[in-house]
């Protein structure tokens, strides 16, 4: 990571702060930012001890980075107070903050040039996430703000860019040295491990995937109302 330039960090750094900016304006709720803020900080003080250099055991250390934000959505969409306050966020916002994915594309592909992950999970490799981050925008206007998209197809772009996003997750795991690595072996995915971009993995990837499930969510209970 020395040959990085700070550059690359800082304006990982500015993407992660842009994307809780956009999901708290969604809800906002104080609890939730300052939870978030908590688990930020969390994350970058134990990355930049080296916790998570260490890939060889079993189970990975690397579970805590994502497992804590994967039980807490699951206890979101378990719980009646959970579920109250899926409802109550803003989908439209939800929608805007898929475009962050964007500039995460673009991060990933330097990150590549670097020599810090592999080249299959880049635009150039099999990530085809940036599609998420193209057409956000135009999901946005044209559902949201034109309406001239129904429930119906905003529901299935919620759900190809989900599986856009679990393709990517899939190769990016599956790339790290871990005893199970089966891809990157020329050029394993260590970028991930270290601050700041441990915040991808931990932070990120679970926020976009959850604006997803809660736009789909209130979309088909829309569609059941309406019918």
Not at 100 to 115: D, K
Request: charged fraction near 10%.
């Amino acid at each position: 990571m020395d040959n990085l330039p700070i550059s690359i960090s800082l304006i990982f750094i500015l993407i992660t702060l842009l994307s809780l900016f956009i999901f708290y304006t969604s809800g906002k709720s104080h609890k939730v930012l300052t939870v978030s803020v908590l688990w930020l900080t969390l994350q970058a003080g134990v990355a930049m001890t080296g916790f998570y250099t260490v890939t060889k055991t079993l189970p990975p250390r690397f579970l805590l980075v994502f497992g804590p934000v994967v039980i807490l959505i699951i206890i979101l969409f378990c719980t009646v107070k959970g579920r109250q306050y899926i409802d109550s966020l803003n989908i439209k916002t939800l929608t805007i903050l898929q475009a962050v994915r964007l500039p995460v594309e673009i991060v990933l592909h330097w990150l590549f040039l670097y020599e810090l992950l592999p080249e299959i999970i880049t635009y150039e490799g099999r990530n085809f996430d940036i599609f998420t981050g193209i057409t956000a925008p135009l999901i946005y206007y044209f559902g949201f703000v034109k309406m001239k998209l129904s429930k119906g197809l905003i529901i299935g772009w919620n759900l190809l860019c989900a599986a856009l996003l679990l393709n990517v997750v899939i190769h990016g795991v599956l790339s790290v040295p871990f005893p199970f690595q089966q891809f990157g072996f020329e050029q394993p995915n260590i970028a991930m491990m270290h601050f700041p971009f441990i915040w991808l993995p931990g932070f990120i990837v679970p926020l976009v995937f959850f604006a997803h499930l809660v736009t789909i969510r209130q979309l088909m209970r829309k569609n059941i109302e309406d019918t």
